[in-house]
C-alpha cells in the first residue's frame, strides 16, 4: 500500500472544506459569468452601450405606461425606421395609431369617436374602425407621432437622471440584467440585458412617469399604408380626448 504524505492529506481535506464553504455561502457563483460582461462596468459606461446597441438596430416592442402632462397613456407599440404601430389607452379608451414615414393614422371605434366628438352618432358611425388621417397641422399629431418615433422615444427615455449607480443583478421575463439607476432610483431606474448585445429591457420613469418593457429588438416587420377604402379624411382638427 502506497503511503500518503500527511501534508498531501492536510491540503485536500482543507479544498474540501473551502468547496463546501463555498457552496453553502454561495460566494463561488460569478453573477457574470457567461454574460456578455457589462455588469462588470461601471454605471456610466453601461448606460452608454445601452443606449449604441438600441439604436445598432431597426426594430423594438415596447409596452407599459408613460405619465405625461399629468395623464397615463398604456402603450403597446412596435417601432421601426419606417414608422410605428400598436395600440394607446387613456381614460378607458383605446385606440390604434399608424405612422408610415411622415403620415399619421388613428384608428378606433364609433364609441371613441362618439365620445371624443360630442354626441353626432351618425358621424362617428362613419369613423367607425375607419384610418383617421391626422393632419400635420393638428396638435394631435405631435402629440401622438412621438409614440410612433423608435429613435425619438429611445433618445428621452433611455437617459437616466442624476447620479448613476449599478444596483445589482436581476432578471427581467427569464433573462439576466444588470440595473442601473439615477439617483438611488428617484432619477428612474433601467435594467440592462446580459446576455447577447445589452439591450434596455426594462425601464422605471424616475417620478412615477410610468415603466416600460423592452422586447423584440431587432425582429422584422414592416408597416404600409392602409388600402383607400380604410381610410377616412377627418378634414378639421381632432377631437383633443
Request: glycine share 14%.
Amino acid at each position: 500500500m502506497t503511503a500518503i504524505a500527511p501534508g498531501r492529506t492536510r491540503r485536500a481535506a482543507l479544498l474540501t472544506a473551502l468547496c463546501a464553504l463555498a457552496v453553502l455561502t454561495g460566494c463561488s457563483e460569478d453573477p457574470d459569468s457567461g454574460t456578455n460582461g457589462v455588469g462588470k462596468l461601471s454605471a456610466g459606461v453601461i448606460q452608454s452601450k445601452t443606449r449604441a446597441a438600441a439604436a445598432s438596430v431597426a426594430t423594438v416592442r415596447m409596452a407599459g405606461t408613460v405619465v405625461t402632462s399629468g395623464r397615463t397613456y398604456e402603450l403597446d407599440m412596435r417601432l421601426n425606421e419606417d414608422g410605428g404601430t400598436g395600440s394607446v389607452t387613456s381614460k378607458g379608451t383605446t385606440f390604434q395609431l399608424l405612422r408610415v414615414d411622415d403620415t399619421l393614422y388613428l384608428q378606433a371605434d364609433a364609441g371613441f369617436w362618439n365620445h371624443a366628438d360630442g354626441s353626432d352618432t351618425a358621424a362617428a358611425s362613419k369613423l367607425d374602425g375607419k384610418y383617421v388621417k391626422v393632419p400635420r397641422t393638428d396638435p394631435a399629431y405631435k402629440k401622438f407621432s412621438g409614440f410612433t418615433d423608435k429613435d425619438l422615444l429611445l433618445s428621452g427615455l433611455l437617459t437616466l437622471h442624476g447620479s448613476l449607480t449599478t444596483d445589482g443583478h436581476h432578471e427581467q421575463s427569464g433573462t439576466r440584467t444588470i440595473r442601473i439607476t439615477g439617483d438611488k432610483g428617484s432619477g428612474g431606474t433601467l435594467d440592462v440585458s446580459l446576455e447577447g448585445k445589452p439591450y434596455p429591457l426594462r425601464l422605471q420613469r424616475g417620478g412615477g412617469a410610468g415603466t416600460l418593457t423592452f422586447s423584440d429588438w431587432g425582429e422584422d416587420f414592416s408597416v404600409a399604408e392602409p388600402e383607400k377604402g380604410e381610410t377616412v379624411d377627418y378634414g378639421k382638427q381632432l377631437p383633443t380626448s
